[in-house]
């Protein structure tokens, strides 16, 4: 019996390869399956790419009077380059989908590097990363701070490894993957900051696996893992010196914070209807849990009895995360807001990974991977469904950017008011020599700021809920330049609150534009009148 269940571990472990690679292709096909995937952020930042490639090579003419790249090292660069240097060859909706499914491919491999790395005895864990990886941040489009997570886990994998071997060649790697960490997101280089402390203290003082004494009682391993940690952190310390000031924005009550723990927000990707398909984490891996511990309670050597180092590394990391969710506010004075949905991820994350490194049995742990797979499945088709139902429109975008022809600045009137349709206009502008009016050109981390000339502190949002349709002077004002496209998306006459604006900018719109480009009800866009 004993034999048998050796080489069933073996069969296993032997064909963790062919599963890991069959759920990678799995787990693209929300992506692949649809003309656009669209992503709430996405679009702004693949035109925030392709104004960087555009002034590399000096072909904005007009971007240029009023624009320039940022010379600061900022911590929320790591898609840009890859972004801009995709955009000599594929079309803005292309690039969207090959940044989303690098993040997927990076986040994936990078846990099973983890897991493989901590949990040699739980590869079958190797494959929560395809449960994991579909979050809110990935249709929020927050592409930087996607692949920043993903370097978390490859970051903890290297720091094990460097704790192991202690060479040259490890210290190196460390070093390149905690600077790559380090200008994909603040968060994530943060949260491995929390990480490395519960590791290096849980090895320090508990239990460890395989009994060894801890390296990192030997002064050498610290001079090492300083040399490695050097300059991402000399970088941190010169963000912070030059971005201080800031001011935190969007307090988030206490008791929706439980809640969005509780019912696993960080897990919404498309919609809070998803908690149909999340909580059957807490059931599947709660259930597994007990019977894991059940079927190890007659053994003669519970291996339950004293936790091992990695084991108190999790709770730690957990216990971190959790207290840094109460206790940081939602926004944060270095411009990366959103911040609780990213640490709620970040914590019933760890929370569960803490419960599923629990389980002793691998039978129990592979059944409870196989329900895991089959639930996640269903819910690629439901985020397949949800992007069907905007494919129309990013199709009339795709046929509207062909009519953009003259250089100028673009303003957008959003009627639309549907999520995660938020940026997905600003395709209209790629490579066109177009400023869009809501341009993140005033946001300090960004690759391409506003001319110190410029005082263009205020985010000039075309959308209804913040400023009317026509509020667009002040911009105007600024800049010294009229508004060379006028793009109306939505209807706007479906609300009886929109009609009257309507009705004004439509007059302003009939005496100084031409109509260029119409889908009724859905895009409109016109060109400035020649003098």
């Not at 929300?30 to 960087?52: C, E, K, M, R």
């Not at 008791?255 to 498309?270: E, S």
């Not at 914590?347 to 639930?375: E, P, Q, Y």
């Given at each position: 019996m004993?034999?048998?269940?050796e080489a069933l571990k073996v069969n296993l472990k032997k064909s963790e390869p062919l599963l890991f690679v069959f759920f990678c292709l799995l787990a693209l096909l929300p992506i692949w399956s649809v003309f656009a995937f669209v992503t709430q952020d996405g679009q702004g930042h693949i035109y925030n790419g392709q104004l960087l490639m555009s002034q590399l090579s000096g072909q904005n003419g007009f971007v240029s009077k009023y624009a320039e790249i940022n010379s600061s090292l900022s911590p929320n660069w790591i898609s840009h380059p890859i972004i801009a240097i995709l955009t000599s060859f594929f079309s803005p909706f292309a690039i969207e989908k090959i940044i989303t499914s690098l993040g997927v491919l990076l986040f994936v491999f990078s846990w099973r590097k983890f897991i493989l790395a901590f949990f040699p005895h739980h590869f079958l864990l190797s494959l929560a990363g395809f449960v994991f990886v579909w979050n809110s941040t990935i249709t929020n489009g927050f592409f930087n701070y996607n692949f920043g997570v993903a370097l978390l886990f490859l970051n903890l994998a290297l720091l094990k490894s460097f704790r192991d071997q202690q060479s040259t060649a490890a210290t190196i790697k460390l070093a390149i993957a905690m600077l790559l960490l380090y200008f994909s997101h603040l968060i994530p280089f943060c949260v491995f900051g929390l990480a490395a402390v519960s590791y290096i203290i849980s090895d320090l003082f508990f239990l460890r696996e395989d009994h060894s004494p801890s390296p990192f009682r030997k002064i050498k391993i610290w001079i090492k893992l300083f040399t490695a940690a050097c300059l991402p952190l000399t970088l941190l310390f010169m963000h912070i010196i030059f971005m201080f000031g800031g001011k935190p924005s969007e307090a988030t009550y206490l008791h929706h914070l439980t809640d969005k723990l509780l019912?696993?927000?960080?897990?919404?990707v498309m919609s809070d209807r998803e908690w149909g398909f999340s909580r059957w984490y807490y059931y599947l891996i709660m259930a597994a849990v007990i019977i894991s511990f059940?079927?190890?309670?007659?053994?003669?050597?519970?291996?339950?009895?004293?936790?091992?180092?990695?084991?108190v590394f999790i709770f730690l990391l957990f216990a971190l995360t959790l207290a840094c969710t109460y206790y940081l506010p939602d926004g944060t004075g270095f411009g990366?807001?959103?911040?609780?949905?990213r640490l709620v991820y970040l914590t019933t994350t760890s929370f569960f990974l803490l419960l599923m490194t629990s389980i002793k049995n691998n039978l129990v742990l592979g059944l409870l991977m196989l329900s895991l797979l089959i639930l996640q499945v269903d819910k690629h088709m439901f985020i397949h469904a949800r992007q069907q139902e905007v494919q129309d429109y990013c199709h009339v975008i795709d046929q509207a950017r062909s009519v953009i022809d003259q250089p100028?600045?673009?303003?957008?009137a959003d009627f639309q008011r549907r999520w995660p349709l938020v940026h997905?206009?600003?395709?209209?502008?790629?490579?066109?020599?177009?400023?869009?009016?809501h341009t993140w050109l005033h946001k300090p981390f960004n690759p391409i700021i506003w001319k110190p000339e410029l005082h263009l502190e205020q985010e000039n949002m075309p959308w209804l809920d913040n400023e009317g349709i026509c509020n667009s002077k002040e911009l105007v004002t600024a800049l010294g330049s009229k508004i060379m496209w006028y793009v109306i998306a939505g209807n706007p006459t479906a609300a009886k609150s929109d009609s009257l604006r309507w009705s004004i900018c439509h007059e302003m719109l009939e005496q100084n534009y031409v109509l260029r480009f119409e889908s009724k009800g859905v895009l409109s866009v016109y060109?400035?009148?020649?003098?």
């Amino acid at each position: 019996m004993k034999l048998e269940k050796e080489a069933l571990k073996v069969n296993l472990k032997k064909s963790e390869p062919l599963l890991f690679v069959f759920f990678c292709l799995l787990a693209l096909l929300p992506i692949w399956s649809v003309f656009a995937f669209v992503t709430q952020d996405g679009q702004g930042h693949i035109y925030n790419g392709q104004l960087l490639m555009s002034q590399l090579s000096g072909q904005n003419g007009f971007v240029s009077k009023y624009a320039e790249i940022n010379s600061s090292l900022s911590p929320n660069w790591i898609s840009h380059p890859i972004i801009a240097i995709l955009t000599s060859f594929f079309s803005p909706f292309a690039i969207e989908k090959i940044i989303t499914s690098l993040g997927v491919l990076l986040f994936v491999f990078s846990w099973r590097k983890f897991i493989l790395a901590f949990f040699p005895h739980h590869f079958l864990l190797s494959l929560a990363g395809f449960v994991f990886v579909w979050n809110s941040t990935i249709t929020n489009g927050f592409f930087n701070y996607n692949f920043g997570v993903a370097l978390l886990f490859l970051n903890l994998a290297l720091l094990k490894s460097f704790r192991d071997q202690q060479s040259t060649a490890a210290t190196i790697k460390l070093a390149i993957a905690m600077l790559l960490l380090y200008f994909s997101h603040l968060i994530p280089f943060c949260v491995f900051g929390l990480a490395a402390v519960s590791y290096i203290i849980s090895d320090l003082f508990f239990l460890r696996e395989d009994h060894s004494p801890s390296p990192f009682r030997k002064i050498k391993i610290w001079i090492k893992l300083f040399t490695a940690a050097c300059l991402p952190l000399t970088l941190l310390f010169m963000h912070i010196i030059f971005m201080f000031g800031g001011k935190p924005s969007e307090a988030t009550y206490l008791h929706h914070l439980t809640d969005k723990l509780l019912h696993l927000a960080g897990y919404n990707v498309m919609s809070d209807r998803e908690w149909g398909f999340s909580r059957w984490y807490y059931y599947l891996i709660m259930a597994a849990v007990i019977i894991s511990f059940i079927v190890n309670w007659n053994r003669k050597t519970p291996r339950w009895s004293a936790p091992s180092s990695h084991s108190v590394f999790i709770f730690l990391l957990f216990a971190l995360t959790l207290a840094c969710t109460y206790y940081l506010p939602d926004g944060t004075g270095f411009g990366g807001g959103m911040l609780t949905i990213r640490l709620v991820y970040l914590t019933t994350t760890s929370f569960f990974l803490l419960l599923m490194t629990s389980i002793k049995n691998n039978l129990v742990l592979g059944l409870l991977m196989l329900s895991l797979l089959i639930l996640q499945v269903d819910k690629h088709m439901f985020i397949h469904a949800r992007q069907q139902e905007v494919q129309d429109y990013c199709h009339v975008i795709d046929q509207a950017r062909s009519v953009i022809d003259q250089p100028g600045l673009m303003y957008v009137a959003d009627f639309q008011r549907r999520w995660p349709l938020v940026h997905v206009t600003d395709a209209l502008g790629f490579h066109h020599d177009v400023l869009m009016a809501h341009t993140w050109l005033h946001k300090p981390f960004n690759p391409i700021i506003w001319k110190p000339e410029l005082h263009l502190e205020q985010e000039n949002m075309p959308w209804l809920d913040n400023e009317g349709i026509c509020n667009s002077k002040e911009l105007v004002t600024a800049l010294g330049s009229k508004i060379m496209w006028y793009v109306i998306a939505g209807n706007p006459t479906a609300a009886k609150s929109d009609s009257l604006r309507w009705s004004i900018c439509h007059e302003m719109l009939e005496q100084n534009y031409v109509l260029r480009f119409e889908s009724k009800g859905v895009l409109s866009v016109y060109e400035l009148r020649e003098p």
